[in-house]
Structure formats: structure tokens, C-alpha cells
Antibody, heavy 121, light 107 residues
Framework: EVQLLESGGGLVQPGGSLRLSCTAS????????MSWVRQAPGKGLEWVSG????????YYGDSVKGRFTISRDNSKNTLYLQMNSLRVGDTAVYYC??????????????WGQGTMVTVST | DIQMTQSPSTLSASVGDRVTITCRAS??????LAWYQQKPGKAPKLLIY???SLEGGVPSRFSGSESGTEFTLAISSLQPDDIATYYC?????????FGGGTKVEIK
């Protein structure tokens, strides 16, 4: 079964850091682009960051550029999001999502269940 | 960045009604447009890709169409299970962008 499982969410103070992980199974992880998408409480979906299958190309939304870093370890079938200088506005459910077409194209056909990140004092 | 403008933000209709949701891109995205359905507390689910292609397992009452930079999701006969929020997304280029969402309710 194709599956994505996020972990690493939690409560952190403003200015703090957190690393999210997303473990993939059921498909050849290294050949697909992956992204992080977040959803603030009661709000819509916001694309955060993306990475191609080999990890050479990374992309960021303006709201997280310079603070977040996306990476992947294909030997462990795992996607990461390192989040630094966290702000209250980063509070959201964070989803990892798989792109449907090789090498880094198509919509998101598989999503994880999400992990909650709360930035608060 | 490509802006996706989705309307309406909420929609109330009766079971059996035909409903339509519109999404407009700020520039050409060719046909690289997807529609997702999200139910409360759940991850989004892909319904339509490449503007009008139905994802496997999605009921045929869902359909997509396009006209230039305007895209439409239609539900031919609204069912109680269709109560959800729907999002469009362009995947023509980074940064990938979503529409603001349309919440569909039963009247």
C-alpha cells in the first residue's frame, strides 16, 4: 500500500526550531518529487516547499524562504522539513505529499495524515 | 507567482442539484490544474487532474472543464457524501499555488 507517515510535530516557542519527517512506503520514493503543504486552523491549503526526486532541486514559498529547509534521504525513504525561526503564523497542520508524475510533475496523488505544529508561548 | 482565484467561497445546495465551482488563474497554466476534496480532519484527496481527467476511483458525477485560464469543477448530482471543501491547484510551475477553497453545504 502506498503510504506517507509524518512525524515530528509539537509545541514550540516563537523563534524555536522543529524538524518534521515523512516516511514513505509502497512506491519508489527516490523517483518522485515531494512537497510539504500546510493548513492553518480553519484556513485553506498553502504549499510550503518542494524537492525533486534526487534532492538536487528545492523550492520554497515566500513565507518560509530563508527559515525552512527541505531535504530527503532516499536510502531511508524519508522526507524532512527543518523549520527554524518559527513564528506564531507557522502554526498549522503540515502534510507531506507525493507528486504523481515523474520526475517532478503532476498533482499530489498521495498525502500523509498530517502533523500539527503549534508555535506559541 | 501564479494566483488562483476560486469562487464561491461557500455554496449551499440540495441533494441532487448540479453544482459548479470556478477557479481562475492569473496567467496561463496550460491545463495543469487539479481539484481536491477535503473533509474535516482529513487530508485532501485528488479528484481531477490536467483540468478534466478523473482520478481513478472518483465517482463519475465529478467532472472538470477549462476555458482559457478559467477552470470549472462540476458535481452533476450532489450527494450527502460530497459535503466537503474543494480546492483547485496549479502545478504548471513553482511556487505551486492553491485556490482559497469552496465549502459545499447541503441546503
Amino acid at each position: 500500500e502506498v503510504q506517507l507517515l509524518e512525524s515530528g510535530g509539537g509545541l514550540v516557542q516563537p523563534g524555536g526550531s522543529l524538524r518534521l519527517s515523512c516516511t514513505a512506503s509502497g512506491f519508489t520514493f527516490s523517483t518522485y518529487g515531494m512537497s510539504w503543504v500546510r493548513q492553518a486552523p480553519g484556513k485553506g491549503l498553502e504549499w510550503v516547499s518542494g524537492i525533486n526526486g534526487g534532492g538536487e532541486n528545492t523550492y520554497y514559498g515566500d513565507s518560509v524562504k530563508g527559515r525552512f529547509t527541505i531535504s530527503r534521504d532516499n536510502s531511508k525513504n524519508t522526507l524532512y522539513l527543518q523549520m527554524n525561526s518559527l513564528r506564531v503564523g507557522d502554526t498549522a497542520v503540515y502534510y507531506c505529499a507525493k507528486r504523481s508524475r515523474l520526475p517532478d510533475a503532476g498533482p499530489f496523488d498521495i498525502w500523509g495524515q498530517g502533523t500539527m505544529v503549534t508555535v506559541s508561548t | 507567482d501564479i494566483q488562483m482565484t476560486q469562487s464561491p467561497s461557500t455554496l449551499s445546495a440540495s441533494v441532487g442539484d448540479r453544482v459548479t465551482i470556478t477557479c481562475r488563474a492569473s496567467q496561463s497554466i496550460r491545463s495543469w490544474l487539479a481539484w481536491y476534496q477535503q473533509k474535516p480532519g482529513k487530508a485532501p484527496k485528488l479528484l481531477i487532474y490536467k483540468a478534466s481527467s478523473l482520478e481513478g476511483g472518483v465517482p463519475s458525477r465529478f467532472s472538470g472543464s477549462e476555458s482559457g485560464t478559467e477552470f470549472t469543477l462540476a458535481i452533476s448530482s450532489l450527494q450527502p457524501d460530497d459535503i466537503a471543501t474543494y480546492y483547485c491547484q496549479q502545478y504548471n510551475s513553482y511556487p505551486l499555488t492553491f485556490g482559497g477553497g469552496t465549502k459545499v453545504e447541503i441546503k
